[in-house]
């Protein structure tokens, strides 16, 4: 159990930074970066910026996936001889499809603190601007880039209820389009491009108007796509199983019993007598 503010302890922060606009960085943020004792950037030039812009000046090390092995031994070290280290990527929340996983397991594995500094991401900032259904959403990061591995990842969200954020860089996106409406049909979706920049735009459109966009794209993009709402047929499945798939979203089993009731047009006290000898027999 880690008690981050009560035990003091060697901690690594991760350290969520802006996707775009410089002025989206929290005061804690700062704070954290100019008080530890070293900061770790996907890239150092990019960090720079940042660096300049908030009058941050701590030893700088890069941290990306070449050397991310090495750094690891580095950054156990420095915790080792009770030091503070923040990581930051290049953009947005570190781990989040960029490097940062790896060195929070090791740091948690060898006893130390790790803190998240939240702030931009670009999944949530695609996600409220989407004006799609915000919860549950799935978050997919990067398909695969070879297309057959791609289509079975797809294929695997066919028939799933929840919202469906992707990221996918600009050169892909009129192939992952194309992709997303072969297998999951036509869809409501928006393309969240360049967020908290210049020229942010959102696209509200479906899939298949989004293939119009056979263009050359620029800038980066996040897919938000709507999930399957087509209305589910239950007659295949049983009271039981029925709530017991209401129990597993999270329903309790009153409210579960409810919702059965209510997709059945059935009274609840009918519903019950079902679920018992349904329970019964099995
Ligand atoms: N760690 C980052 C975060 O928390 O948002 C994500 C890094 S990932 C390597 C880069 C991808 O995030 C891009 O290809 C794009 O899909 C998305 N992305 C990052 N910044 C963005 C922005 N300003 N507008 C739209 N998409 C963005």
Do not use: C, W
């Amino acid at each position: 159990m880690q008690k981050s503010f009560k035990d003091q302890k060697a901690t690594l922060y991760l350290v969520s930074t802006p996707i775009g606009h410089l002025k989206d960085i929290t005061i804690r943020a700062i704070e954290t970066l100019q008080t530890v004792d070293a900061v770790f950037a996907e890239d150092t030039r990019t960090s720079m910026v940042l660096f300049q812009r908030h009058d941050i000046k701590k030893p700088l090390f890069s941290y990306h996936e070449h050397n991310k092995l090495a750094r690891e031994q580095h950054i156990l070290d420095m915790l080792a001889d009770n030091k503070h280290v923040a990581l930051i990527s290049d953009a947005g929340t570190p781990g989040i499809s960029d490097p940062g996983y790896e060195i929070a397991q090791a740091v948690i594995a060898a006893g130390y603190h790790v803190v998240a500094i939240p702030g931009p991401s670009a999944i949530l900032a695609a996600l409220v601007s989407a004006g799609l259904i915000m919860q549950p959403f799935t978050f997919v990061g990067f398909l695969p880039k070879k297309q057959q591995e791609a289509k079975r990842i797809v294929e695997t969200y066919v028939k799933r209820k929840e919202t469906l954020v992707i990221f996918e860089s600009p050169m892909r996106i009129p192939k992952t389009l194309t992709l997303l409406h072969q297998v999951l049909g036509n869809r409501r979706m928006a393309l969240a491009r360049e967020l908290t920049k210049t020229f942010e735009t959102i696209i509200r459109t479906d899939l298949v108007s989004s293939l119009d966009m056979t263009h050359a794209t620029k800038g980066e993009y996040v897919i938000v796509i709507e999930g399957d709402l087509t209305k589910e047929t239950f007659e295949d499945e049983s009271v039981e199983e029925r709530v017991n798939h209401h129990i597993q979203q999270g329903a309790t089993e009153k409210d579960a019993l409810k919702l059965v009731a209510k997709e059945r047009g059935m009274s609840k006290s009918d519903i019950y007598k079902i679920y018992k000898i349904d329970r019964n027999n099995t």
